[in-house]
Nanobody
Framework: QLQFVESGGGLVQSGGSLRLSCTAS????????IGWFRRFPGREGISCIS??????RYADSVKGRFTISRDNAKNTVYLQMNSLEPVDTAIYFC????????????????????WGQGTQVTVSS
């Protein structure tokens, strides 16, 4: 079982920023494409980064505000979230993409498994 620890969530005012981290435990994260999802309820794929790091994708709801990146030396994928709004309040998860290609990532939930436990983000108005 591949495991993650998500961190960086918390309470922030509208317009504020948070940086979420997804750190792998017991395996090398740079072997995989990683996606970030949120549940509020319903689950939305919001961003992903390919195994190579060359491809990133964003949901329209976060485009221009969120930035995904990876630091393979730290075995961590980050999600920088700026200009946060109350509608961004959710539990945020990272997961491993099943497809192993180097330059692809997708935002479909069915493309992923090995989900983390999640970190709560709450944005107050």
């Amino acid at each position: 079982q591949l495991q993650f620890v998500e961190s960086g969530g918390g309470l922030v005012q509208s317009g504020g920023s948070l940086r979420l981290s997804c750190t792998a435990s017991g395996f090398t994260l740079d072997d995989y494409a990683i996606g970030w999802f949120r549940r509020f309820p319903g689950r939305e794929g919001i961003s992903c980064i390919s195994r190579s790091g060359d491809t990133t994708r964003y949901a329209d709801s976060v485009k221009g505000r969120f930035t995904i990146s990876r630091d393979n030396a730290k075995n961590t994928v980050y999600l920088q979230m700026n200009s946060l709004e109350p509608v961004d309040t959710a539990i945020y998860f990272c997961a491993i993409q099943k497809y192993m290609g180097a330059n692809y990532c997708g935002l479909g939930e069915v493309e992923y498994d090995n989900w983390g436990q999640g970190t709560q983000v709450t944005v107050s108005s």
